[in-house]
């Protein structure tokens, strides 16, 4: 009597102890199903990326008002294997001189709320030996994020407007530090919508005055490929 009630209490145990290890694994396997979702990107940080990524040029705006220059606009994606990205290559040049971009950057995109998100910006050394490292399958792979420089306070927030189905932000304030033609800060205004950025980038100097930049308006870069 006593063998049996003892082997009915271990079947017992036994089974309430796989009971505890199927709701355990169950619920582990919820929460890693449930991390694995919340790890994806949302679809506004995937368009956030996919409308960044392209060839633009500012073609049409140059043909109608002589004040803006004719820019080329390269983005691409890089270090794709990387889980803290998106990341970007930028390149931006005269379309009469693009073998010699004017400026190179690396953006890192990240989303910081439900509709919102940020573009990091940085630079690196020797960014003439990358030019158009856009048309290279693997751009800048010989580089990781430790050799960038931060852009400091020159990030880009924006937040998705469903009405313009468009990414509408900018620097903040003057954060932004510049010392290009004697300035000593910049600020970007941006407008991404999937065929078109336009952006406008200026330059001031300790006392507000604008020394650089369009005066009239953002640059319209229209998508080209």
Request: charged content about 25%.
């Amino acid at each position: 009597m006593n063998t049996t009630r003892r082997l009915t209490q271990s079947v017992s145990f036994s089974l309430a102890m796989v009971c505890t290890l199927m709701l355990t694994a169950s619920c582990n396997g919820f929460q890693f199903f449930k991390s694995k979702e919340e790890a994806r990107p949302s679809l506004n940080m995937m368009r956030f990326e996919q409308y960044l990524t392209g060839s633009f040029s500012s073609y049409n705006q140059s043909q109608v008002d002589a004040e803006f220059y004719e820019i080329e606009l390269n983005m691409v994606p890089i270090w794709q294997d990387r889980t803290d990205g998106p990341w970007l290559y930028v390149e931006q040049a005269v379309a009469t001189a693009s073998d010699r971009p004017y400026r190179q950057r690396v953006y890192r995109l990240e989303q910081t709320g439900e509709n919102e998100f940020v573009s990091t910006v940085y630079s690196f050394e020797d960014p003439e030996s990358y030019a158009l490292a856009y048309l290279e399958d693997e751009p800048l792979s010989d580089l990781t994020p430790d050799d960038l420089s931060v852009r400091i306070g020159c990030a880009i927030s924006v937040s998705w407007d469903a009405s313009q189905n468009a990414f509408i932000g900018s620097t903040n304030g003057r954060d932004c530090q510049s010392t290009l033609r004697g300035a000593t800060y910049a600020t970007s205004e941006v407008f991404l919508h999937r065929e078109r950025l336009v952006t406008w980038d200026r330059g001031y100097d300790d006392e507000g005055e604008q020394v650089w930049g369009a005066v009239k308006g953002g640059y319209i870069f229209d998508r080209v490929e």
